[in-house]
Nanobody, 117 residues
Framework: QVQLVESGGGLVQPGGSLRLSCVAS????????MGWYRQAPGQQRELVAR???????DYADSVKGRFTVSRDKMKVMVYLQMNSLKPEDTAVYYC???????????WGRGTQVTVSS
């Protein structure tokens, strides 16, 4: 069983920065994508950014140029550096790991990010 644990959320003023981290544990076979989704109140969960199995990256249009996703394969960790934060970035951010060989998603419990003055 794969478990994901996020850290790094909090309250920040507009224009500020936060860095989220996520560590995975358990048996992970083959290639996998790892990244971040978010869900604001009353809205569906959406992709923020992810690193694919070939190390390419994928970003939501709303965060391009402001957020950077990266991962450490040796530590099985993924990071999200968030700069120039806006109030509309406020959401619960979830770490995700998609294991290609099994076609299965794993999720963390989420970390709250609040952007407010």
């Amino acid at each position: 069983q794969v478990q994901l644990v996020e850290s790094g959320g909090g309250l920040v003023q507009p224009g500020g920065s936060l860095r989220l981290s996520c560590v995975a544990s358990g048996v992970i076979l083959g290639t996998y994508n790892m990244g971040w989704y978010r869900q604001a109140p009353g809205q569906q969960r959406e992709l923020v950014a992810r690193v694919l199995g070939d190390e390419s990256t994928d970003y939501a249009d709303s965060v391009k140029g402001r957020f950077t996703v990266s991962r450490d394969k040796m530590k099985v960790m993924v990071y999200l550096q968030m700069n120039s934060l806006k109030p509309e970035d406020t959401a619960v951010y979830y770490c995700n790991l998609y294991q290609t060989i099994r076609g299965r998603d794993y999720w963390g419990r989420g970390t709250q990010v609040t952007v407010s003055s």
